[in-house]
C-alpha cells in the first residue's frame, strides 16, 4: 500500500484548508483510514479516524473544526479542516493500520503512512 498526501499549504488563522490521502496498491474499503500530525516538540499526535463503515472519531482539539470523510470508490480519504488556528501547525500523514476492520486512533497501529504534508497557520 501506498499512500500520498496533499493540499497541505499556508493560511492565516481562521481559515481552511482540505487535505487529501489518495491510496494505491489495493483496495482500502474495508480498512480504517486516520490522519496524524507531528511538530518537533510534540509525539505523533491523532487528528481525525474513520473506520470502514464510515464511523469517525475526532481529538477534542479537533471536534467542530475539523471533518474525516472517505471515498472508497477513488481509495480516498479527505480531511476538511476550517477555522484553523496556529497550533494547528504542523506536518500531516494519512495513515492504515496493518489489519482490516481494526479500529485505532494510536500511531503505533498503523502500518502504512503518506510522506507527510504541510499546514502553516498564521496568527
Known amino acids: 500500500v501506498q499512500l500520498q498526501a496533499s493540499g497541505g499549504g499556508r493560511v492565516q488563522a481562521g481559515g481552511s484548508l482540505r487535505l487529501t490521502c489518495s491510496a494505491s496498491g489495493g483496495s482500502l474499503s474495508n480498512y480504517a483510514r486516520a490522519w496524524f500530525r507531528q511538530t518537533p516538540r510534540k509525539d505523533r499526535e491523532f487528528v481525525a479516524a474513520i473506520n470502514y463503515n464510515k464511523r469517525t472519531a475526532y481529538p477534542t482539539s479537533a471536534k467542530g473544526r475539523f471533518t474525516i470523510s472517505r471515498d472508497n470508490a477513488k481509495n480516498t480519504v479527505y480531511l476538511q479542516m476550517n477555522n484553523l488556528e496556529p497550533e494547528d501547525t504542523a506536518i500531516y500523514f494519512c495513515?492504515?493500520?496493518?489489519?482490516?476492520?481494526?479500529?485505532?486512533?494510536?500511531?503505533?497501529?498503523?502500518?502504512?503512512w503518506g510522506q507527510g504534508t504541510q499546514v502553516t497557520v498564521s496568527s
Open positions: 495513515a492504515v493500520p496493518s489489519k482490516p476492520y481494526y479500529y485505532s486512533t494510536y500511531p503505533t497501529d498503523f502500518a502504512f
